[in-house]
Each structure stands twice: as C-alpha cells, then as structure tokens.
C-alpha cells in the first residue's frame, strides 16, 4: 500500500504529434516503438533501458514521458520519490523496493521518475543518508533489472545530480532540453493553435515565433490561452495580433525569470 501510494498509475494518450521541436528525442523513440514486442526480442533486441531528460523547466520534459507511455501503449507509472521516504529506519528503502517490484508486475511498462535533483540533490538537505541508500537501491535495480521497465528519469539542472547516475550503462541516452529555436517555437505555437482552432493555417506563426525568442513551451501555451481569454472577452475570434501581443506581455517576464535564476 505504501508503495502504490508514491506510484501513479495512468494510460497516457499523448503522441509525438502533441510536441513541438524535440526531433532527435522523437527519432529515437520511434526507432523503438516495436521494441516490447515478440518481434523485437525474438530479432536479438534487448528492450531499452530508459532515458534522462534534463532541462530547464517547462520545455517539455514531463510531456515526452507522457509521450512514451501513449506511443508504444505502455501504462506511465509516475515515481514521486518524495512520498517513498517515511520516518522509521530502514523504511525508505522498503518502500522503493516494493514499488520497483510493484513496476515489474506491471512490466512492459514506463517508469518515470519525476524531479529527481529534489530527492537526491548532491549537497542537499534533509536525512543525506537515508536518501543516499534510496538513491542505491534504485541505481542497483537499475543495472540488474531483467523485466522491460523504461526508465524516464526528469531533471531541471545537471550539476544537481549525483554523477552515478549518468554513469554509462544506467541509460541508453540522456537528452538535454535547451530553449527551443525559432523553429521549434513556431512548431509548439502551432501543436497549441491546432488543438483549439480548426483552422491553424490562418495564424502567421512565423511571425510570433520570430517575436517569442527565449520563451519556452509551457509559455508558448500560456500566450495562446492568455490571448484566447482576452478575445473570448470581446466575444471574438483570436487573430495573429492578439497572440503577438500575448507574447510581447509574456518575454520581458521570462527572460527576467530565467535570468533571476541563473544568477
Ligand atoms: P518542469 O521541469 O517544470 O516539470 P517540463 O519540462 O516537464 O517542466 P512540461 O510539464 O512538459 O515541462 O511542459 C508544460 C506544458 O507546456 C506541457 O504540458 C505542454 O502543454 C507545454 N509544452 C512544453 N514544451 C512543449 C513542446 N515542446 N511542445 C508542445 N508543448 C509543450
């Protein structure tokens, strides 16, 4: 019961199509979208591994875990490693190991395991050595692990993270998550327009992606739904306009943001 209460359960319906930018990640995964199957195995493959995903936040990290679930229909079981940790010795590690066996049971499956730097921040707060034998069994199982469990692990900040962990052999891969470029931008702006207006083509993307350097998805969505609202107000229809207008509120914000955090 404790191990089911850090582990969350979903079947994730998100495709590569929902992802604007992020070629080389897509490329990767659909060169292993049999890669669970009969097929696969009886052609020599061994299942992946997993992957690290690094970034800062809001450029998609959580999205591509999703995306893995929904493109090789995998159920996504979500580690929040906060909730494995209890008070009574010895009981952390219990409890990570009943959901690492639980995440077998359940294999083929994706196990993504969210804000990694936060349990195991090198230098970190809290009960170091506790969260040092955690972080060990989890590495350990890892390694050894037999049942085709991918591993998505997501992280904002490299340098946080306990260099074990992208030792060679523990992931297949680790992708790094920048800002995206003009156009990665003007492909997110246009997944967003997409999924709310029948006719996206009408928008001159360029242009906004042009005005929206340094903004990442999560505020790329956050500028159509802002410029949505605005119109909604007015009882109209969102124009080209409205959206550039939605980012220029939008960049001076982010830059300060980002810049107040890299200092
Ligand atoms: P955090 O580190 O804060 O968890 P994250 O990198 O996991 O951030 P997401 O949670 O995946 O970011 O992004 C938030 C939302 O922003 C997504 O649900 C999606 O709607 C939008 N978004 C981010 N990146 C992209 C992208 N590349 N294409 C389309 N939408 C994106």
Redesign the pocket.
């Known amino acids: 019961i404790a191990a089911s209460r850090a582990l969350e359960f979903t079947a994730p319906e998100e495709t590569p199509d929902?992802?604007?930018?992020?070629e080389a990640l897509k490329r990767w995964l659909t060169l292993r979208e049999r890669a669970f199957g009969d097929e696969a195995a009886a052609y020599g493959l061994p299942a992946p591994k997993g992957l690290a995903l690094i970034?800062i936040?809001?450029?998609?990290?959580?999205?591509t875990a999703k995306m893995i679930g929904g493109m090789w229909q995998l159920p996504l079981l979500r580690l929040d490693v906060g909730a494995v940790f209890g008070s009574l010795v010895g009981e952390s590690e219990e409890r990570i190991r009943q959901a690492l066996t639980l995440a077998e049971t359940v294999a083929p499956c994706v196990l993504w395991v969210d804000e990694l730097e936060k349990s195991f921040a090198v230098g970190g707060g809290g009960d170091s050595g506790t969260s040092q034998r955690v972080l060990g069994t989890l590495l350990t199982w890892m390694q050894e692990k037999t049942k085709p469990v991918f591993v998505v692990a997501?992280a904002?900040d490299v340098a946080a993270l306990p260099p074990e962990m992208l030792r060679r052999g523990r992931f297949d891969e680790v992708f790094f998550?920048d800002l995206?470029t003009e156009t990665e931008r003007r492909e997110?702006l246009h997944?967003?327009l997409r999924k709310r207006r029948r006719d996206p083509g009408r928008f001159d993307t360029a242009q906004l992606a042009r005005l929206s350097d340094g903004c990442?998805?999560?505020e790329l969505?956050q500028a159509v739904v802002d410029a949505m609202y605005r119109a909604f107000a007015e009882d109209r229809d969102i124009t080209t306009g409205d959206l550039a207008e939605a980012i220029g509120r939008l960049v001076p914000l982010s830059r300060s943001q980002r810049e107040s955090i890299e200092n």
């Not at 929902?18 to 992020?22: E, F, M, R, T, V």
């Not at 936040?57 to 999205?63: A, D, F, I, V």
Request: glycine letters at 24%; a negative charge; charged letters at 10%.
């Open positions: 929902d992802i604007g930018g992020l970034g936040p809001g450029t998609g990290k959580s999205l997501t904002n998550l995206p997110i997944v967003h990442v998805g999560a969505e």
